[in-house]
């Protein structure tokens, strides 16, 4: 039999950093509630999140990165909103954000989580905050919850 590791939903002990962008603010705090909700849902505390708000998703990388660096937190949540809306400008800011946070995790080894949607309209983005689809930020917050849980039981083989 193989031996499995699976990381539980248990958010108890576990210190979040979330970093959230300022930009489509009224997508991204319905994101940011969504994590919230996921943290306290699955026995995490508020006292033990931190949220830093950037001014767009571009900015999110560096500010994930200074909190990964820092030792103070178990995990960072990067949380925005890339809306195409017509310009190219879309295109440049979602890559680099994506890039950026995945450069982070593995620069640092703490899981930072991808929690930035990319619409191509801001119907298609009301719906990844939580009315048709699954508030995005509540799915990137579960995800934390489990990366750690099992980079954790990794460490303590
Ligand atoms: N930032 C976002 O978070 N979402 C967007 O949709 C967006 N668009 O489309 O322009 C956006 N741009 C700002 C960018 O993230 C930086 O804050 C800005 O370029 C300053 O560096």
Known sequence: MP??????????GIKFGV???RFNHFITERLLSGV???I????????NVTVAWVPGAFEISLVAKTMAESGKYDTVIAV??????GTPHFDFVAAEAAKGVAQVGLQTGVPVIYGIITTD???QAIERAGT???NRGFEAALSAIETVNVLKQIGGE
Not at 80 to 85: H, K, M, N, S, T
Request: net charge negative; no cysteine.
């Open 132 to 134: 048709k689809l699954p």
């Open 40 to 47: 306290l849902r699955n026995g995490g505390a508020d006292e």
């Open 3 to 12: 031996k499995t590791i699976e990381g539980q939903l248990d958010a108890k």
């Open 19 to 21: 970093v959230v962008s």
């Open 36 to 38: 919230m909700d996921a």
């Open 80 to 85: 925005g909103a890339v809306i195409r809306g």
């Open 121 to 123: 309209t801001i119907e």
